[in-house]
C-alpha cells in the first residue's frame, strides 16, 4: 500500500515541473530550430549485352532522368558488382553529362540485389527542412528567464534550408582549396573599369528586343 500511494506523489512534482517549462526552450542565441537533411535514393535497373546498355536503354535512361527533374545537387552512380560493364558505365556517365552532372565513383548500398545482365543507376537526392516549425509553443512575452521565443531561428533557418543549391553543402560544406584567383578577380576587375553610371556609363549590357 506504501508503494502505491507514494508514486503519483513522485510523478506529481515532474508533471508540474514540465507544465512550468510550457514549450521549446531557447536559453541561447544558437537557435534549437536546426536544418535536417534526409536522403532517398531511387533506382533503375538497366539491361547490358556485352557490357554496355541494351538497345533502347540510354533512351529509358534518359525519359527517367527527365522525369525526375534531375539537377544540381542530385548524384548518380552505378552500382555494377561484376565490374565488367565498363562500356555501359560510359554511356549513363554520357546521358549525365547531359543533365550538367558527373557521374559519382561510389554507389551507395542498395536493399535489393543487382540482378546478374544489368546495372543499376542510383540517384540520390537531399531535401533540407526544419522540422517543429514555426513553433508558437511558448509565449516569450511571458517568459521572465529572458529566453528567446519558441519560434526563434524558425524564419532565417527555413529560408536556408529552401535555398541552399545542394542540401549537402549545410554538412559537409565546400571546399576552398581549388579557388581560382584569376576567376574570382574577374567581376571585381570590370566592375572598377567599368565607366560611372554618372557620366553615361553602365555596368549591364543593354538588350534591344526587336527595336522597341
Known amino acids: 500500500m ?12 515532474a508533471v508540474l515541473l514540465a507544465g512550468c517549462a510550457g514549450g521549446t526552450q531557447n536559453r541561447g542565441l544558437e537557435s534549437v530550430h536546426q536544418p535536417v537533411i534526409s536522403r532517398s535514393d531511387y533506382l533503375l535497373d538497366l539491361s547490358t549485352v ?9 533512351r529509358r535512361l534518359a525519359g527517367w532522368f527527365g522525369s525526375m527533374r534531375l539537377g544540381y545537387g542530385d548524384h548518380v552512380a552505378v552500382d555494377d558488382p561484376a ?8 554511356q549513363v556517365s554520357t546521358v549525365v553529362a547531359s543533365y550538367g552532372l558527373l557521374l559519382s565513383d561510389e554507389a551507395p548500398i542498395t536493399a535489393a540485389t543487382v540482378s546478374p545482365g544489368t546495372v543499376r543507376v542510383v540517384v540520390s537526392r537531399m531535401r533540407a527542412g526544419v522540422p517543429g516549425c514555426p513553433d508558437w509553443s511558448r509565449n516569450s512575452s511571458r517568459d521572465f528567464d ?21 542540401p549537402n553543402d549545410l ?9 581560382d ?17 554618372g557620366g553615361g556609363g553602365n555596368t549591364v549590357k543593354t538588350e534591344n528586343a526587336g527595336g522597341k
Open 171 to 179: 554538412v559537409r560544406g565546400q571546399s576552398s582549396g581549388n579557388y
Open 50 to 58: 556485352g557490357g554496355q546498355l541494351a538497345a533502347g536503354e540510354s
Open 181 to 197: 584567383a584569376a576567376t574570382g578577380y574577374r567581376a571585381i576587375d570590370a566592375y572598377r573599369k567599368a565607366t560611372p553610371t
Open 146 to 166: 529572458q529566453h528567446t521565443s519558441s519560434n526563434f531561428g524558425c524564419a532565417s533557418n527555413s529560408n536556408l534550408a529552401a535555398m541552399v543549391a545542394s
Open 83 to 90: 565490374g565488367d560493364a565498363l562500356t555501359a558505365r560510359e
Open 2 to 13: 506504501k508503494m502505491k500511494t507514494s508514486l503519483p506523489l513522485l510523478v506529481l512534482p
